[in-house]
């Protein structure tokens, strides 16, 4: 299994709270990215990773904010929550220089919940 | 405009049969396709891919067939297990390992023992 982790892996906030949630990994990937899982929803980026600094938008990135300034850490930050962003957000990571670098491989999830 | 649909949201099939999941996209950029199996509580994980320049990648009991005149793929599990019970992603992306995937919904497939 890939080395990741996610933390926390569930946390419960108020609207209006900021929240961040990070992801590490130990695999020494060049890319990380962060969805988000909604029932009859697919994964959806929010933003990801090319490199230490170096971040681009996704398909559902308002609300949400990300930094990378070590290669195994990236960090999602939702600046004041609201109760839409009450989802699952996984972290992955792949690594465009290996064979079969198209492939992600996914942390175990964090589950958020804003009252 | 969804550019990878997965339009079954379930499928349920005996233990032993087979199991066909169907993905159909709409972007001509694609050129290289995933399947992911996800277990409830846990994050996706890669089953299955396949490079346009086939049609069809076989891995044990899982194949992938590509129609790409129809734009259209499909998994295939032969022998179905009741450990195969689990949601089943479809992903599609440009033809580099630097592109970004785009998911479909997902269909969640149920074998019953």
């Known amino acids: 299994d890939a080395g990741i982790t996610q933390s926390p892996r569930h946390k419960v906030t108020e609207t209006g709270t900021p929240v961040t949630l990070r992801c590490h990994q130990t695999e020494n990937h060049r890319y990380m990215y962060w969805y988000r899982q909604d029932p009859g929803h697919g994964l959806r980026l929010i933003h990801y990773?090319?490199?230490?600094?170096?971040?681009d938008k996704g398909e559902v990135s308002d609300g949400y904010s990300v930094s990378r300034s070590k290669t195994e850490d990236f960090l999602l930050t939702l600046e004041s929550a609201t109760s839409s962003q009450t989802s699952v957000y996984f972290c992955?990571?792949?690594?465009?220089?290996?064979?079969?670098?198209?492939?992600?491989?996914f942390g175990p999830g964090t589950r958020l919940t804003v009252l | 405009d969804q550019q990878v649909k997965q339009n079954s949201p379930s499928l349920s099939v005996q233990e032993g049969r087979i199991s066909i999941l169907n993905c159909d996209y709409t972007n001509s950029m694609f050129d290289y396709f995933l399947w992911y199996k996800k277990y409830p509580a846990e994050g996706p994980t890669f089953l299955i891919s396949?490079?346009?320049?086939?049609d069809k990648n076989e891995d044990g009991r899982f194949t992938v067939f590509l129609n790409k005149s129809a734009k259209h793929l499909s998994l295939h599990i032969v022998p179905s297990q009741p450990g195969d019970s689990a949601v089943y992603f479809c992903?599609?992306?440009?033809?580099?390992?630097?592109?970004?995937?785009?998911f479909g919904d997902g269909t969640t497939l149920t074998v019953k023992p």
């Open positions: 396949i490079s346009s320049i086939k």
């Open positions: 992903a599609a992306r440009p033809n580099t390992n630097a592109g970004k995937s785009t």
């Open positions: 990773s090319y490199g230490v600094k170096d971040t």
């Open positions: 992955a990571i792949s690594d465009p220089g290996l064979a079969g670098g198209g492939t992600q491989y």
